[in-house]
Each structure stands twice: as structure tokens, then as C-alpha cells.
């Protein structure tokens, strides 16, 4: 039961007391990787970050080269799910907001991935040591636009909440 939920907050309408429960299945999860409980796929999860920084056995460097913070320029994140799955949508999102009015470039943090994965599977200690990483790299820019709903709720509100500052406006 504990590793069903998404924390997407549908439960919250479905709740008549308007109750999220997406932070006591986050605190659950925690308990469970401490008490040695957790599913095997948590310690697999674990070993592949430990490896890739990724749920991914690639180089998400590779597969989009970051460009350099300027002044006034907004960093786009991509998600590190359509680098490995589709990708074209990225290179395809940063075509069309070049013919915005907006100044963009690619904002690939190092390491690539939020580390949403970890929250979500209960690993905060390593979800914590791999926000600091990703926040610092991504100090330079003055705003984030991020391509996946969860890595902008990762960046945006996780980070925040365990204590770690992202500088840029997401």
C-alpha cells in the first residue's frame, strides 16, 4: 500500500476533510527504508543512483547539453523521463520557446535527474545529499522552467521543504 500511492493528491477532493496523504505516505516510506523493510526495488533504486544519478542506466548529460547561465535568461530543465523516453520532446520544447520572446537556454543540473524517485521511494537521506547537488548546480540562473510536473514540484516544493534553497525561481 505504501508504494501505490503517486502523490498526485487525488485523494484530497475524494476526502471530505479536503486530508492530503501523500506526506504520511512519504514519512511511511522513510520508516520503511529505516526499519529494513522496503520493497527490493528500493535497494535496486538506491544501487542505480548510486551508479547513474538516475533511475537511468544512461548519460543524461549526453542527452542534452546544457548551455550556460546568463543574466536575464531562463534555464530550461528537462525532465530526465523524456530524455529517456522520448527524445525528440525536448529539443522540440526548446524550438518552440525560442520563438518566444523569452531568452532560454538548456539548464541540464548535474546531476541530471531531481531525484523525485528517491523521495518518492523513501531514500531521504540519499534524496537530500542529491538535491544539494542539483541545487548548487543550478545556482547561475535567474528562473527555471521545468518540463515535468513532478521535477517542478521536486525542485519547487521538496527541495524546500527538506531544507534545500534553489536559488532560481522556479
Not at 500500500?1 to 486530508?19: F, N, W
Not at 520508516?31 to 544519478?53: I, N, S, Y
Amino acid at each position: 500500500m505504501l508504494y501505490k500511492c503517486t502523490d498526485c493528491e487525488g485523494t484530497v477532493p475524494a476526502c471530505r476533510h479536503r486530508i492530503s496523504v501523500g506526506g504520511s505516505l512519504r514519512e511511511a516510506r522513510v520508516d520503511a527504508v529505516r526499519k529494513g523493510v522496503a520493497p527490493a526495488e528500493v535497494e535496486w533504486l538506491r544501487a542505480r543512483f548510486a551508479e547513474h544519478d538516475s533511475p537511468y542506466a544512461v548519460d543524461l548529460q549526453r542527452r542534452a547539453q546544457s548551455g550556460r547561465p546568463r543574466e536575464g535568461c531562463t534555464g530550461v530543465v528537462p525532465a530526465c523521463t523524456s530524455l529517456v523516453h522520448q527524445r525528440g520532446e525536448f529539443p522540440r520544447v526548446m524550438r518552440l520557446l525560442d520563438m518566444s520572446s523569452e531568452e532560454v537556454t538548456t539548464a541540464l543540473p548535474d546531476p541530471g535527474c531531481c531525484g523525485y524517485p528517491l523521495d518518492a521511494a523513501g531514500l531521504r537521506d540519499e534524496f537530500v545529499a542529491h538535491a544539494k547537488r542539483v541545487a548548487k548546480s543550478l545556482e547561475g540562473y535567474g528562473r527555471l522552467a521545468v518540463q515535468g510536473a513532478a521535477c517542478a514540484w521536486t525542485l519547487g516544493v521538496r527541495y524546500r521543504e527538506l531544507g534545500v534553497r534553489v536559488k532560481p525561481e522556479v
